[in-house]
């Protein structure tokens, strides 16, 4: 007989894996079996490195074919959990008659002590993992995919190893962890929400970039702020990665605030990010919020005289004003841009910038869809129609009802001067009271069903009214609502629940 006890198994696996409250799992169970018959066994067992590891009994005896189960636990203060490794445990084994004392079990005498180290735990998991992606360590990193460990976990600030590796501008790594699985479209758990693409642009590295775009990365997909990878690359001036995405995306699209990646390349100083999105066919002319053009943030950020001349070159219009009536050349007099000045004044011979007219009420819409208060009170005091619809037929009260901005429906609602402004309805038939209940924005509904102007009973153009939309919805309280102003229902089989 070459041994009293058998481990099962005879490796075991430790995953060290981040939680939510930052803490972090290192705790394995094995199997510690006697293979006498007739007399119990001792067992002691002691790792090979004293300070990395504590077992659970780690020492004790087990009645004749009986057995115990070993906690095996990392140390929290090991420094060496950090990096891949395997080690050993020493396990000794005798004979004892009798419960004996266990001080005594191991102490020199003629008994025959069986020790071996047949016992092994391997560390592995996603803080491994992402260690030795910071590290650079290639070797260390595949052989922990290797052992199992899930490359899409989170460490406590919301990145997996492939954000990490990205980060590190590391495309061996970023190429390892794909061919092991990683996902493409896997967002921080944090509040940025940037993919691994998102952070591939705003590094500049287009190679990890076309390696995303090749694995089927989204490249319109928008970041928890509404930023797409289009949008980072113009901000931080990443012109190869840049470049790939203007042919593959939508180069208007914008964030909340309207900017779009000409106004971010612009606001950045980068005249050849802004020279490539032109030739991408990006819209000069393309409005935030507040009714300003690239060329308007090109002027508030320095003396960018290059990039005002690429702009005015491509169409942009220096005689253009934002809803406070200022140009391009307003914002570099405030500002002291005495190199913008010749450049962006309006010659004598041509016209005094005209009110924003038909964009005027296109501005009163995006603030009101936006919640801009603001916005919507300076659009209005500069004469915008408030039932001024888009090509749906969605006024600016449609907007601000649909996003449950109640504040500025009030506003709206005073500047209504009939029931017929109130009541505008879309392409659909839905009216601002439509928007709200569907959208489920309960404060909007009672101040809509407040206003006198407002026909609670209107339909849409399938004969659905407010209530019945809120019933079908089961917005319970907005029924409620409803209800109480009056609101009928008009489809037949549904039935308010009393």
């Known amino acids: 007989m070459d041994r009293l006890v058998v481990v099962d198994p005879t490796e075991v696996r430790l995953h060290l894996e981040d939680h939510i409250d930052g803490s972090s799992s290192h ?16 067992f002691k067992i002691q790792p090979m490195v ?20 070993l906690e095996i636990s990392l140390l929290p203060s090991s420094s060496s959990s950090r990096f891949f490794s395997v080690d050993g445990f ?8 009798g419960a004996g004392k266990s001080k005594e079990w191991f102490t020199p005498q003629k008994r025959v002590v069986y020790t071996d180290i047949s016992l092994k735990v391997r560390i592995i998991g996603g803080i491994v993992l992402r260690d030795a992606i910071i590290r650079g360590a290639m070797d260390d990193a595949r052989q922990v995919l290797e052992s199992g460990t899930n490359p899409d976990t989170w460490n406590t600030q919301g990145l997996t190893a492939l954000h990490l590796a990205i980060q590190s501008r590391r495309p061996d790594m970023v190429q390892l962890l794909l061919g092991f699985g990683a996902r493409v479209d896997s967002k921080t758990m944090n509040a940025d929400g940037h993919t691994p693409l998102h952070c591939a642009a705003m590094v500049g590295h287009t190679v990890i970039l076309e390696m995303l775009l090749a694995r089927g990365a989204d490249p319109e997909r928008a970041d928890s702020s509404g930023w797409r990878p289009i949008h980072h690359a113009a901000s931080s001036g990443s012109l190869e990665p840049l470049g790939v995405l203007s042919k593959i995306c939508d180069v208007n699209a914008p964030i909340g605030d309207g900017r779009t990646a000409l106004h971010l390349a612009a606001i950045g100083g980068n005249a050849d990010s802004v020279q490539i999105l032109a030739q991408s066919g990006a819209d000069v002319s393309a409005r935030t919020v507040d009714g300003k053009t690239a060329l308007h943030l090109a002027a508030t950020q320095g003396n960018n005289v290059a990039i005002a001349k690429l702009l005015i070159k491509c169409g942009a219009d220096r005689g253009a004003v934002d809803w406070n009536g200022r140009t391009a050349y307003d914002e570099a007099v405030e500002l002291g841009q005495e190199s913008l000045f010749a450049l962006l004044q309006v010659p004598e011979n041509v016209a005094s910038p005209a009110p924003l007219g038909d964009d005027l009420e296109e501005l009163l819409r995006n603030a009101a869809w936006s919640g801009d208060l603001r916005g919507v009170r300076r659009c209005l005091k500069r004469g915008a129609a408030v039932n001024a619809c888009d090509r749906y037929g969605w006024t600016a009260l449609h907007c601000a009802a649909f996003k449950g901005h109640a504040e500025i429906v009030k506003r709206l609602l005073e500047s209504c001067q009939s029931k017929e402004e109130a009541c505008a309805i879309d392409e659909q038939g839905y009216s601002a009271l439509h928007c709200a209940v569907e959208s489920g924005h309960r404060e909007v509904v009672k101040i809509l069903v407040g206003c006198e102007m407002i026909e609670i009973n ?12 809120a ?10 609502t409803l209800v109480n102003a009056g609101a009928r229902a008009c489809v037949a089989n549904l039935i308010i629940d009393e």
């Open 27 to 42: 705790t394995a169970t094995v199997h510690l079996h006697s293979v006498l018959h007739t007399m119990p066994v001792a």
């Open 50 to 69: 004293a300070s990395k590891y504590s077992v659970k009994p780690s020492l004790g005896m087990i009645p004749p074919l009986g057995g115990v189960n």
């Open 90 to 97: 020493e396990v000794k084994s005798v004979v004892v008659a």
């Open 458 to 469: 209107g339909v849409t153009r399938e004969g659905l009214s407010a209530l019945d939309m």
């Open 471 to 480: 019933l079908a919805l089961e917005h319970g309280g907005m029924v409620r």
